[in-house]
């Protein structure tokens, strides 16, 4: 993300403002263009109460998200399979207003995600 004089990572595991592929470092700039960091780690955190438990789970330092459905085929919690993390379908893009440029084709060599009848990815 790039708008408003700021630089910032985002990723399809549940992190933001982090670079995950560079050990863990700074991910949100401002100004724009510079090393200044304003952030230095942040995620989502989901937390609920099952069974009347309180469970969470948090992206963060490290990741419990990843990119990807869930097979839920099987009945026992502890074995549910996750879908391949690779796929297109599941990959972040960064989508900017065409400038008009023919030269400029970026919009158009991306592969496009799947969509599934039901409209979901």
Known sequence: ???????????????????????????????????????????????????????AAIAEYSQEYQPGAMNMATANPDSFAADDPDKDEYTVYKVVRYTGNPADTDHVERPSAAVSADRTL
Do not use: H
Request: no cysteine; proline share 2%.
């Open 1 to 55: 993300m790039d708008i408003n004089n700021l630089n910032m990572f985002v990723t399809n595991f549940g992190t933001f403002a982090n670079d995950i592929e560079n050990q863990g470092n700074s991910g949100l700039f401002f100004p724009k263009g510079t090393i200044k960091t304003a952030v230095y780690q942040s995620g989502i955190w989901l937390v609920g109460k099952v069974g009347g438990q309180v469970r």
